[in-house]
Every structure is written in C-alpha cells, then in structure tokens.
C-alpha cells in the first residue's frame, strides 16, 4: 500500500485505462489502487468487459460493476456512471453473486442517465455477427444501444423507475427497429431470440411480432426491483467529489477499441480513453491528475480487426475467428495441437502455445485471444493519446521464449494510402502512427528487433531488481523506444506480485 501511495502522490482523481486491445489486467491495477481510492467509477461500455480479480485466494470475474465492488464493506464508494451500457440482467447476476459470497454493495450507485440493454438491442447485435460483415461484436447489445442512443430512440436506466414510460420507449425503440430484422433470415431471427441471454425465448411473439413487450416490459421492472434504490443522480455524486474525495476512474476496453481512437470499425461503441471514461462519469478530462495505461507484454486482441505484430498474422486471425464462429475452446486446441513449444517454429503453433500459457481466452466469451509482439509504434500512440505512464503486464508466463519480436516501427507496403496531408507509399517507414486507422494498418509490416529472452521463471520475484537482467533489459528497451515511462510491472494476477519501479 505504502509503494502505491507513493506512485499516487499528489493525485486526487486517477484513471486507469488500457493502452492496446483490451484485457491488459485493468481489474488488477483497479483493485491495487482501490485501498487508496473513496470513490471507483466506470463510465464506459458494459458487460462485453470482462476483468477478473484474485481476492484471497478466490476469482472475481466480473463484467459490469466496477473493481471497487469487493471494498464496499469499507466504505468505498462504487459508480456505474452515465456513459455506461447496462444490461439489468448481468448486473442482477453479478449482485446475486456478490451476495451470496458474503459481499455487501451498499453503496453502489448507479446513474439514472445510464443506457439500458434492451432485449430487441442484443438481438440485432447477435443477428449482425450472422454474416461476414460482423466485427466480432461479443452479442452483448453494446453497439445498437449506443446507436439507438443517438438515433433517439434509447432507453434509460431511469425508464426503470416510471412503468408507463418504460412501456411508451420499449414499444417505439421495437417500432424504429423493426424493419431491420426483416433484413435477416426469419429462422436465425428466431434464433438470435431464443438466446440465453434473450432469457431463452422468453420475449419471442412469433415472426410477425418478434418480441412479446408484455415479457420485456415484466422481466425488466423485476430486475429494477433489485436496484431500483441505488439509482440516482452521479453526476453530482462525482463533481461534488472532485477534488476533495480520491477518484478512481475504472476504464474499459482498450485504446484501439474505442469508437474515437481506436481501429475504426473494429471498434466498440464507446470511446475508451480518459476523455470518454472521464465524460462517462460525468466529468472532463482535465480534472484527472493522471492516467495509468495498462498495456500487455504480450497484447493480444479478440475479434477481427488489425493487429500489426500478431503471432501467426493472418492465419492467427482466421484461426481465431472462424468465418462460421465456431472457434476452438481450450479443449478443443489442446486436442489439435497437441503439446506445443512457445518456440515452435510454426508461428500459428507458436501464438497458440503462448496463448496456452498465458491464458488468452475472452473473460466475456471464452474465445480465443489472438496474440502479438509487444509493438513500440502502438506505445507511442498510446502515450501520444493517453499520457505518460504505462503498466507493463503479464511478462511472467512467457519466461520460455528464446527470442522477443520487439516491433519498433512500420514500415508502409502499399498500396498508397492517405490520411489527412500525409501520403503513404510502399517503402515509407511510418514511426509515429497519427491515426491506428485500419486500412493504413494492413498496408504495412512491423520492423522488429530481436532480444533475447530471460528463461527463468519470475515466480517469488520481489522488487524489480531481482527481475532477471535480460528482462530488464528488454523493458528498459521499450521505454526508450516508446518515450513512456513504466512505474510499475505486474508479473501475476495477485496484488502482492507487482514490482514498483523505484
Ligand atoms: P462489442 O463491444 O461487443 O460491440 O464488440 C466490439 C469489438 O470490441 C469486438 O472486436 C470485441 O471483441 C471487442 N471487445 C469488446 N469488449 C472487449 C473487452 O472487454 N476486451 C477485449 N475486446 C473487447
């Protein structure tokens, strides 16, 4: 705690963000900062997140409440702030969960200025990964709500609290979007509503009306009556506390996937920086004192979209995202490649064995996560937008590897391409990388350097000077190479296995 306090210093609000693709180990960086934290807010996304915490001895997975959950007990306060997407129904489960294992959440506040999930929102979002125009999306609703939110025909978490306003916005928003079902196959349309989380068919009228508002409209008051008292109004919440309490702004997702700055279209619908977190709780960027991006060793990607340095490249990407959606789960990839070595010369065998030992499996859908080289261009754009100070992550089940790929820069292979006043042409080296946008990033090819790896394993390593040299060595490296500076190294799931860099 004290070696927190000391990176903390001077700070009243900070927020911690992921820096790359997604899944860098955020809960675990949320849940280190908490104990010095009064109030955790997250104000992105929804329960496509996924963040897993090790709490003495036992696993949190947990996809909508934000980390700071688990210190409701001592008083901490946890936000679900107005840009969020909330799914009545994750956030039931998660609090049925957190009952039963002994946790209270009394004072978990959720805004009632909140996007709410809507049944016909996870349809339309489980129906678009039907064809091979699908991004990948995890069909948890996320894209059509923020869209239905700026068409204006969204609902609120506040329609929970007025039955005939919720009935009034449920019947338009199926009205306005009626006629995009009609652009599907009338079986996978019923299908899509017989999904689990449709509550397995429960909201299905048959294929003229589709949805049974009646169902929806019951279903979601008896969610409401779980939390209905813990709606109010959090932007007060927050910009009373702002400057007098500690702030912990709890990111989702990644750089590179948000709706701003990301690899548009691969994107989720919210915008993932400090910026977006910051206005997803109802404040500006400006009040936050510092961001900490939480980036892999390794960053890895779920979904289709560009991922420059990715073991295995394009083959990686197909595996993992099989055009009819069936990928393999740990068993299934066990059984086809059998035992495999991190160094395998095969580079698809490769990604796969690294993925083995590090666990590179979606927290929300179980996929399989793609992975990359640790690549210096993406840092730099993730300084460049997010700030300074980067948390390297998960260094520690790679020990094996021989040879780290360390990309330092791009260079462009063609076709031309351009991006505002700048022209890009096959032979052009592309170092500082203004917008990740996704048709520049499959015109080029990462330059790597190669360093060697540290083989021995980082288990009982206490401080960062016990860190095996060659590993120092490759961090020192990055740094230089991106210009960030790296405070802290986590090197395991627990709180205990974080060397601060002193
Ligand atoms: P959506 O957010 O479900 O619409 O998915 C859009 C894209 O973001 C897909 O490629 C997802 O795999 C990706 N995505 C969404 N949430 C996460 C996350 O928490 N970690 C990593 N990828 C995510």
Excluded at 351 to 366: H, I, K, Q
Excluded at 388 to 398: A, L, N, V
Aim: proline share 5%.
């Amino acid at each position: 705690m004290n070696e927190v306090l000391t990176v903390l210093n001077g700070c009243n609000t900070v927020s911690v963000t992921d820096g790359s693709g997604g899944d860098s180990g955020k809960g675990k960086v949320v849940d280190l900062f908490t104990p010095w934290a009064d109030i955790i807010a997250r104000g992105t996304g929804g329960d496509n997140a996924g963040h897993t915490i090790v709490r003495g001895g036992k696993v949190f997975a947990q996809h909508i409440l934000p980390c700071g959950i688990l210190f409701d007990a001592e008083g901490k306060q946890s936000i679900i702030g107005r840009g969020v997407a909330l799914s009545p129904r994750a956030l039931v489960k998660e609090l049925t969960m957190l009952k039963k294992n002994g946790h209270s959440y009394n004072n978990l506040r959720i805004s009632d200025q909140a996007h709410l999930i809507m049944p016909h929102e996870i349809a339309l979002d489980l129906l678009g990964e039907t064809n091979a125009r699908g991004i990948g999306s995890t069909g948890r609703g996320i894209g059509p709500v923020y869209t239905h939110a700026v068409a204006r025909h969204g609902l609120i978490v506040n329609d929970l609290l007025n039955p005939f306003a919720l009935a009034k916005k449920l019947h338009r928003s199926i009205e306005k979007t009626r006629a995009q079902f009609s652009a599907y196959d009338a079986d996978h349309v019923k299908e899509a509503l017989h999904h689990e989380r449709l509550e397995s068919g429960r909201y299905w009228a048959g294929p003229q009306k589709l949805f049974d508002e009646n169902a929806i409209f019951e279903q979601y008051l008896v969610y409401a009556r779980e939390f209905a008292h813990l709606i109010a109004d959090t932007d007060e919440i927050m910009l009373e506390a702002v400057g007098k309490k500690r702030i912990l702004l709890e990111g989702a997702q990644g750089l590179l996937l948000s709706v701003k700055y990301g690899t548009y279209p691969y994107v989720t619908s919210s915008d993932c920086s400090p910026e977006g977190l910051a206005a997803g709780v109802g404040l500006t960027r400006s009040v936050i004192d510092r961001n900490f991006s939480v980036v892999k060793f390794l960053p890895t990607r779920v979904g289709k979209g560009p991922l420059p340095t990715e073991i295995g490249g394009a083959v990686s990407e197909r595996w993992c995202n099989p055009d009819d959606g069936d990928f393999f789960d740990a068993e299934r990839e066990l059984k086809h490649f059998g035992v495999t070595s991190v160094n395998d010369p095969d580079s698809l065998r490769q990604s796969y064995a690294l993925r083995d030992r590090g666990g590179e499996r979606g927290v929300s859908t179980g996929r399989p996560r793609r992975m990359a080289w640790p690549d210096m261009t993406l840092l730099r754009y993730a300084r460049h937008i997010q700030g300074q100070d980067i948390i390297i992550t998960k260094p520690d089940p790679y020990w094996e590897l021989e040879r780290i790929q360390v990309c330092t820069q791009y260079r462009c292979i063609g076709p031309k391409y351009r991006i505002a006043d700048m022209t890009y042409e096959r032979g052009d080296v592309i170092a500082d990388l203004r917008r990740p946008d996704s048709i520049l990033l499959e015109r080029i090819e990462p330059v790597y350097e190669t360093m060697d790896g540290w083989l021995e394993p980082l288990d009982g390593v206490q401080c960062y000077r016990d860190l095996p040299l060659k590993l120092r060595d490759i961090l020192r490296r990055m740094q230089a190479l991106s210009g960030a500076r790296f405070p802290l190294v986590s090197i395991g799931p627990s709180a205990e296995e974080t060397l601060f860099v002193t």
